[in-house]
């Protein structure tokens, strides 16, 4: 009976197993007298498992907790899905940049200036003079007043005048207005780096798209694993409890046929010691059903409280039908798992960047147009103080000898990143082919598990029965009905505990192969 309590430590300790679905055999053989083989009707045994403590503490309630619920709440509050999900929002936006920043540049100014007092003034001169300067032995023309006041002229050495030349003099205004508009078309970007671009940035969001679902299949399967381990704590804890009671009732038969004279202190003390060994494990298996109670409100965001069994865990999952050979379905795994298909598209997202990045090492062909109303408008001489347009067009090739340079640190970043991407995609196909492998051979060992455990349940059952009816004559001692009956716990125990294995194997062997894909909604 001390395996008792041992047992419910390993049952804690040891990882669950991997299964698929497995044959529903009616009937099993189990060791009969004489070492002959007695058929028994596994329907029976589900029935007396199913009407036992620990089928009853398993039954499933009205409204109670299932894997479904747990998955479903889990993943409506799961933080880490919500970060895919802005993951996603950011991808999207950065498409519509990569977009934006190929239209035509379109740009809009109004300004004023106030302006120095200045002047051009072309009549203040005191002399003229030849444009070679004057020959020698001849008097220069001189600038002087016109007889009468009439402004100044050109006057001879004698004084007699020769050109009136009224002065000339330009007024620049002191202040300046301007409207101005200006058209910018990147005609190189169009030919070279538009394509390239939006399929990167395209890719990227597909990426951040199969990241969100692969993380929304994994915070599913984690839930509904978390939601099965609450389970085996359930069933622990009821399979000890059912057992302390029993083996209080053996301690009082121990200590009245110690009082006898029939047994022995010794055998009194051992059971004492094993009833204090099953408390122990009660409180442990009451520790760990209320851990795994507060993982599964941590998951779906709500208050701690004690939830009821809404699963039937005894009854086998949905059938996986006849399952495909081993590299058949490592093959199906590495084509379904959103992982790599996540890493794959962010590796030709990556390739679209270095195609875009590398149209900066040509020369850059832009178009432009200006249109200019101002006042006064430089392009009209002389300036007056009046609003007048202009318009300029043209093409304009622009090449920095730099931008090559910082131009191929760039692509030689950028293919580093698509070589650990490639990387990470081959790391993960092995990492999913292991975990196919792992799964596939555990449903292997779980099917002969199952059958094992159900042919144990049969032969503990019968040899309790027998040691019941050779206790009732006294042919058996107290000792050996406790230990039957201790085996009898365990073979229970294992029975349950293979039927839980098998929903656990289920939705593992259901998640490494990408079965549990969600369909993507329109949009998305």
């Avoid at 069933?235 to 057992?243: C, F, G, Q």
């Avoid at 229970?492 to 593992?508: F, K, P, Q």
Wanted: aromatic letters at 6%.
């Amino acid at each position: 009976m001390f395996a008792i309590a041992s047992l419910f430590v390993v049952a804690l300790a040891a990882p669950p197993t991997d299964v698929g679905a497995v044959p529903d055999p009616r009937r099993a053989a189990v060791p009969g007298p004489a070492n002959q083989t007695v058929a028994v009707d596994l329907d029976e045994l589900e029935r007396i498992l199913r009407e036992s403590p620990l089928g009853k503490g398993l039954a499933p309630v009205a409204g109670g907790l299932t894997d479904d619920m747990v998955a479903q709440r889990a993943e409506a509050v799961s933080p880490s899905l919500q970060i895919k999900q802005e993951a996603i929002e950011r991808a999207a936006a950065r498409v519509d940049q990569a977009i934006v920043s190929f239209l035509p540049t379109i740009g809009v100014k109004a300004s004023y200036s106030r302006l120095s007092k200045a002047a051009i003034n072309f009549g203040g001169g005191a002399s003229v003079a030849a444009v070679n300067g004057p020959s020698e032995g001849v008097a220069p023309i001189t600038v002087g007043d016109c007889p009468g006041g009439q402004g100044q002229c050109a006057l001879d050495p004698q004084g007699v005048p020769l050109v009136i030349t009224p002065p000339f003099k330009i007024q620049i205004p002191l202040n300046s207005y301007s409207l101005s508009a200006n058209l910018s078309v990147p005609i190189s970007d169009y030919i070279l780096s538009l394509a390239p671009a939006r399929k990167g940035t395209l890719a990227a969001r597909e990426s951040a798209v199969h990241a969100r679902d692969a993380e929304r299949v994994k915070v599913q399967t984690d839930a509904r694993l978390a939601y099965f381990n609450w389970l085996r704590g359930i069933a622990s804890l009821v399979v000890i409890e059912d057992s302390l009671q029993r083996t209080q009732s053996r301690l009082v038969d121990a200590e009245n046929l110690f009082a006898a004279g029939s047994a022995t202190r010794s055998d009194v003390l051992r059971v004492d010691a094993l009833v204090s060994s099953q408390q122990s494990a009660i409180a442990d298996a009451r520790a760990f059903r209320r851990v795994a109670e507060r993982q599964l409100a941590v998951m779906m965001s709500e208050p701690t409280r004690a939830y009821d069994v809404g699963e039937d865990v005894l009854a086998p999952p949905a059938d996986l039908g006849e399952l495909p050979a081993l590299d058949d379905l490592i093959a199906e795994a590495q084509t379904n798992r959103l992982e790599i298909r996540s890493l794959e598209r962010a590796a030709d997202g990556m390739h679209e960047n270095i195609r875009a990045t590398r149209a900066q090492y040509y020369p850059r062909l832009d178009a432009f147009a200006d249109a200019l109303y101002a006042n006064p408008n430089q392009r009209f001489f002389p300036l007056s103080p009046v609003w007048r347009g202009s318009w300029s067009v043209g093409v304009q090739l622009s090449y920095t000898i730099n931008q090559s340079l910082r131009t191929k640190a760039q692509v030689r970043e950028l293919k580093t990143q698509k070589r650990e991407l490639v990387l990470q995609a081959e790391l993960m196909r092995r990492a999913i082919a292991m975990e196919v492998a792992q799964a596939y051979h555990d449903r292997e060992r779980a099917v002969t598990a199952i059958e094992l455990s159900t042919r144990g349940l049969a032969s503990s059952t019968e040899a309790y029965r027998v040691a019941s009816e050779n206790y009732k004559l006294g042919a058996a001692t107290t000792n050996e009905i406790i230990a039957a009956e201790g085996e009898q716990v365990q073979a229970a125990l294992r029975a349950v505990n293979s039927r839980i294995d098998l929903h656990v194997a289920t939705t593992r062997l259901l998640y490494a192969t990408g079965r549990l894909n969600p369909r993507s909604k329109p949009g998305q």
